[in-house]
């Protein structure tokens, strides 16, 4: 069986311990870009520097996620394989530490690649991860960010229970995400998993608008040291193209009005309406708008 470090290809860990770490998958656990996008604004925002990565030879059918082509200036092409980086913030005055993780959710090897990923948090010396995700629902971009979340560590769940974060009541296909909170969970780190709810009906990419919402979520949790001003500036300039596009779509417009009442008649509720009855109610209402037809 390879050892742990066939699979990865290593620069310098961190000296010291690094007791934070925030992750984000790109692929199905993003809808929207919205996680990935906040995750890179990080990174940016922060300078963090690149300490690992995952060989990804083991983990992806390539055929699936085929690697790109891409060409320099100077005519030479280059492929550009999945990633899944490890970068490392070394704190500020009034922050400690990060370490981020920004990855591609694999196709194979689940439960090794799981382990992987909180190997390299343990020997960072890691506590608790974060992972923030972003999902479909039926819910009016119109409204304040709805968001999901569960956590291992009572303090923040306590947290989520007394403000603005829903528990989840899903059930079926899982991401890669519940494998590594089994993994890191017999490690003794704990585990947080923070979802910002994206509307169905948008298809503009990324969502900084939730993205924007999970920032401000990690900076109140963590204690980071964000500038959201930039992030700010984006999810505005998102919510008028946006707006645009709905002032030229009637029956797009109708529709959110529905949904808008159905969302706040419900919004009082903790439980989470279900996600399979609010899009067959959106399909009665387009059928119905559209005199009957498919």
Request: charged fraction near 25%; aromatic fraction near 10%.
């Amino acid at each position: 069986m390879p050892e742990f470090d066939d699979y990865l290809i290593v620069g310098d860990f961190p000296e010291q311990p690094v007791e934070r770490m925030v992750v984000a998958f790109r692929g199905w656990p993003d809808a929207g870009d919205a996680a990935t996008a906040t995750l890179n604004y990080l990174l940016t925002t922060f300078s963090a520097v690149k300490f690992a990565e995952i060989d990804p030879e083991e983990f992806f059918n390539f055929a699936q996620e085929r690697p790109r082509s891409t060409r320099s200036k100077d005519g030479k092409r280059h492929l550009q394989w999945p990633v899944n980086e490890f970068y490392h913030w070394p704190g500020s005055e009034t922050a400690p530490p990060a370490i981020f993780y920004l990855g591609t959710e694999p196709h194979l090897r689940w439960r090794t690649f799981s382990s992987l990923v909180a190997e390299v948090a343990l020997r960072c010396g890691v506590k608790s991860m974060v992972h923030i995700g972003a999902l479909l629902d039926a819910v009016p971009h119109t409204r304040s960010v709805r968001f999901t979340g569960t956590s291992t560590n009572h303090k923040v769940q306590a947290g989520f229970d007394l403000g603005n974060v829903r528990s989840s009541n899903y059930q079926g296909p899982s991401g890669i995400t519940l494998p590594i909170s089994e993994s890191l969970a017999a490690r003794g780190i704990s585990y947080t998993s923070l979802w910002g709810h994206v509307a169905h009906y948008l298809h503009a990419t990324p969502n900084f608008r939730v993205s924007l919402g999970l920032a401000r979520c990690l900076s109140d949790m963590l204690g980071l040291p964000i500038d959201l001003a930039k992030l700010y500036s984006m999810a505005d300039t998102f919510d008028h193209e946006v707006e645009k596009v709905i002032a030229e779509d009637e029956q797009l417009g109708k529709y959110i009005t529905t949904l808008e009442e159905r969302y706040d008649a419900t919004s009082e509720s903790k439980e989470m309406p279900n996600p399979a009855e609010l899009v067959m109610e959106l399909e009665q209402f387009l059928r119905a708008e559209r005199g009957g037809g498919d």
